[in-house]
């Protein structure tokens, strides 16, 4: 196996390093920025990797790998951790038997998220150890290091990432991979049974376990100190050790923390005693800042440097220095660009049906979020994953006028990860709302991943796959309706009669994500400028293959994809097939 340097994601590197751990079963749910740790690490045979339905079943069916005797894995991004914390906190207190890893992808500055949660706290809270790699070689040496601290000390290990280390790409050197026996399984109620009375138990070895990471990480290399000029000190982890070092470079010295959960005492102590003024540089809370102020030492954190977004080389610069940092910028002002549903998506018909019924949308997370932008303007709520449909049957229990005025749209796969749940509850409470599942056949949101619903694995390898329509009716919804975004006619009609029908109605949008490999554009329209009345219409699907040129609309031939909805929105037949006839 060559074993030369290579450029590789942070991502790509923590999935080689679990292969070079002996890393045997991985489970995860798909979610921007940790997605490609696990697409990763299914290109290794000695893996058995999935993608699950959410994070709570992924974490647990990892933990049960464990148990077992093998090294196990889970990933996920940060909000997708609020959804595993049930067995996270739990598994704290059973331990393990095999080393069991955790990866948790944070994203300061919300790049592809609802909020800036700073996963830090869930590993305090839960008591659980947890690393902070700075790139991408790190991810791979960590990966490593954690199941050996895992099966050390008894625990499950977090390891925290951030969008930039997570996307970000450095040299890695690989390495070979080590075959681990498989641990017998022990019969053990005492530590595996978790309830009450032996809970209290594990309690007790749960903050004795702590005392000893503690006394590893006073010692431990992870924690380093790196001293220069010795004016400025700056405590930082992660993406921040990096942006430091290139903003400040040897006029500060630096304490760089590689592990986060338990954080030392003395070890920081000593630094601070060294240094004349200590910056703590930490993305959104003060996690480590706290820390330090808890131990009696003088630092400067949240002070100079904001609760929000994500820091930078320049950022560190100013608040430090008082100095602009010297970067390159292109010489022309670039367009915005703002987010957009893609040509051809299949959701945008929906959403136009939607606005045009004047209804409350509950909405969700996916790629169909974007809905709620101008000119669709299609969703009036996100949360998360699955609060369009508790949401719904909340605000229509609270007013029941507000029914016929009211649908929760949400996606395939958020629907399996979280929605199911909310639906029984709306058939069990008799809840007279209105459910429209977007199905794509595909998870969009964060580049095409399979779900339990397409019928293929992470592999690709064929499977079982759930009948939305039989599950709907399965849990008391008797009203199921299939229908095609791209015939906007049935699409309204469809909405209509879920709408005025007496109790709970499920629509199911149905037509592939219009980017899938297998589906084939058709040809693209154009239009007939001496039949164009400008009188736009069309735009108001807001499809970026349209555009407005002398007052007529124009149709950009390399995005289109030839769906026809914007020529069921014309009445003068403008828009017409490539060969110039009326568009079928």
């Known amino acids: 196996m060559n074993m030369s340097k290579q450029l590789l994601l942070g991502n790509e590197a923590l999935a080689r390093g679990l292969w070079e751990a002996g890393c045997k079963f991985v489970s995860s749910y798909p979610g921007t920025p940790s997605t490609e740790i696990t ?85 305090r809270a839960s008591k659980t150890m947890m690393l902070e790699p700075s790139d991408s070689q790190e991810c791979l040496d960590f990966a490593k290091l954690a199941f050996e601290l895992s099966e050390r000390f008894d625990t499950p290990v977090l390891l925290r990432l951030s969008t930039r280390i997570s996307h970000a790409r450095s040299v890695v050197t690989p390495g070979e991979r080590v075959e681990v026996p498989e641990k017998p399984y022990i019969k053990d109620p005492g530590k595996y049974v978790m309830m009450p009375a032996m ?71 000593d630094f601070c005693g060294q240094c004349e003024t200590v910056y703590v540089a930490e993305d959104l809370d003060d996690y480590i800042e706290g820390h330090c102020k808890a131990l009696g030492l003088e630092v400067h954190g949240k002070d100079v440097f904001s609760l929000e977004g994500e820091f930078s080389q320049a950022i560190l610069r100013k608040a430090i220095l008082g100095e602009e940092y010297p970067c390159r910028s292109l010489p022309l002002e670039i367009p915005g660009r703002p987010p957009v549903l893609c040509p051809g998506c ?71 990860h979280s929605g199911i749940t909310g639906l029984i509850n709306i058939a069990y409470n008799k809840s007279d709302s209105v459910v429209v599942i977007l199905d794509n056949s595909i998870t969009g949101m964060t580049g095409h991943q399979q779900n339990p619903t397409t019928g293929l694995t992470l592999q690709g390898d064929p499977t079982a796959a759930v009948d939305l329509e039989a599950l709907c009716r399965a849990v008391g919804i008797n009203q199921v309706t299939v229908v095609d975004p791209d015939d906007m006619a049935a699409t309204e009609r469809a909405l209509q009669e879920a709408l005025a029908f007496e109790g709970p109605a499920v629509v199911i949008s149905r037509r592939p994500c219009a980017l899938l490999k297998s589906v084939k554009a058709k040809p693209a329209l154009r239009t007939d ?11 108001r699907v807001g499809c970026p293959a349209l555009s407005l040129k002398n007052g007529k609309t124009e149709i950009n031939a390399t995005q289109c994809v030839g769906c026809g909805v914007c020529r069921q929105l014309c009445r003068f037949g403008a828009i017409t097939n490539p060969e110039g006839g009326q568009a079928s």
Not at 233 to 262: D, H, T, W
Not at 529 to 539: L, Q, V, W, Y
């Open 39 to 123: 697409e990763s690490a299914a290109a290794y045979a000695e893996m058995e990797c999935e993608w699950a339905p959410n994070e709570k079943v992924a974490l647990e069916g990892a933990h049960g790998a464990c148990i077992s005797g093998v090294r196990a894995f889970s990933g996920m991004k940060h909000v997708g951790l609020n959804v595993a914390a049930d067995p996270l906190f739990t598994a704290s207190y059973t331990g393990v038997n095999a080393g069991l890893v955790i990866a948790v992808a944070d994203d300061p500055g919300m790049h592809s998220s609802q909020n800036e949660q700073d996963s830090r706290h869930f590993a």
């Open 199 to 269: 809970a209290r138990g594990r309690h007790t070895v749960v903050e004795k376990r702590i005392l000893a990471q503690k006394a590893w990480a006073e010692q431990s290399g992870l924690n380093r100190a790196e001293y220069h000029d010795k004016k400025i000190g700056v405590i930082c982890s992660g993406i921040n050790y990096q942006y430091a070092r290139e903003a400040l470079g040897e006029r500060a010295s630096y304490f760089k923390l590689g592990c986060v959960y338990p954080l030392p005492e003395q070890a920081l102590r």
């Open 346 to 416: 299949p959701h945008r018909s929906l959403f136009y049906a939607l606005k045009k019924q004047k209804v409350f949308v509950s909405g969700d997370i996916g790629c169909y979020t974007l809905g709620a932008l101008a000119p669709l303007s299609a969703m009036d709520t996100t949360v998360c994953m699955g609060a369009s449909v508790s949401g719904l049957h909340g605000r229509n229990k609270a007013n029941p006028d507000n029914a016929a005025k009211s649908v929760a749209v949400l996606g395939d796969s958020t629907f399996i």
């Open 529 to 539: 400028s001496a039949r164009c009345t400008g009188c736009k219409m069309c735009m």
